[in-house]
């Protein structure tokens, strides 16, 4: 008997942290979007409109999401900080840290940054021949990632 009740107990409590711990992804309206991240696209993508702005959040972590109509995504996290840039094309000079910028035109003459990442303490950009490169958080280069 007290077997079965402590399974039950363990089943009833798996299924209700993991329904806790379920993402829940809400689109916000152009209202809802918060003022820092409308801020961002302006300054460094000024011809560009927000189509889809997603706020994902779960138990741990609130992120947001944007897609703008020239196919770019954006990710913040949840103090509205930018932690990745995605493109199909060239990303603009202003989002990609000076070093990184300089160390790339120097070192890959013709090639454009078409994706820029924050991971921890590293970043990651990925160039339009598809190579990856990953650099310091301070933007010094730390090798071709594969």
């Known amino acids: 008997m007290k077997i079965k009740i402590l399974k039950t107990g363990l089943i009833l409590s798996v299924l209700l942290f993991s329904g806790l711990v379920k993402a829940q992804d809400k689109i916000l309206s152009q ?3 918060p003022a820092e991240i409308k801020n961002y696209v302006q300054k460094h993508f000024p011809q560009s409109k927000i189509i889809t702005a997603k706020e994902d959040k779960d138990l741990l972590s609130l992120d947001y999401e944007i897609i703008l109509d020239n196919k ?3 990710d913040f996290n949840n103090k509205k900080q930018i932690t990745s840039i995605e ?3 060239e990303l603009p ?3 990609i840290p000076k070093e990184i910028l300089t160390f790339v035109e120097k ?3 013709g090639q454009s940054i078409v994706k820029w990442e924050l991971e921890g303490n590293k970043q990651q950009v990925e ?3 598809d190579l990856e490169l990953e ?3 301070t933007g010094k280069f730390l090798r071709i990632d594969k």
């Open 107 to 109: 070192n890959y003459p």
């Open 87 to 89: 493109g199909v094309t």
């Open 72 to 74: 770019v995504q954006l």
């Open 93 to 95: 000079n202003s989002v």
């Open 31 to 33: 209202q809802e979007i």
């Open 127 to 129: 160039l339009d021949n």
């Open 135 to 137: 650099f310091s958080s």
